[in-house]
């Protein structure tokens, strides 16, 4: 799973990509209509931008010894 994750940038980045191609899917099967498919790709990819923000705030934070 490691090499997975390495080679599309990480795990948060391999879960996003996963959603946006199952939403995809949904959408090209008629299981959802357009407007469905955009409030969640924004969905997907705002929590994928909130995280890494979070998370490279969080790094500049911790005290260095």
Do not use: Q, S
């Amino acid at each position: 799973m490691g090499k997975l994750f390495d080679f599309c940038g990480g795990r948060k980045t391999t879960f996003a990509l996963v959603l946006f191609v199952a939403l995809t899917t949904f959408l090209c099967v008629d299981k959802c209509v357009f407007a469905e498919w955009l409030d969640g790709i924004i969905w997907i990819f705002g929590v994928y931008a909130v995280g890494n923000g979070v998370e490279h705030v969080g790094n500049g934070l911790k005290r260095k010894p």
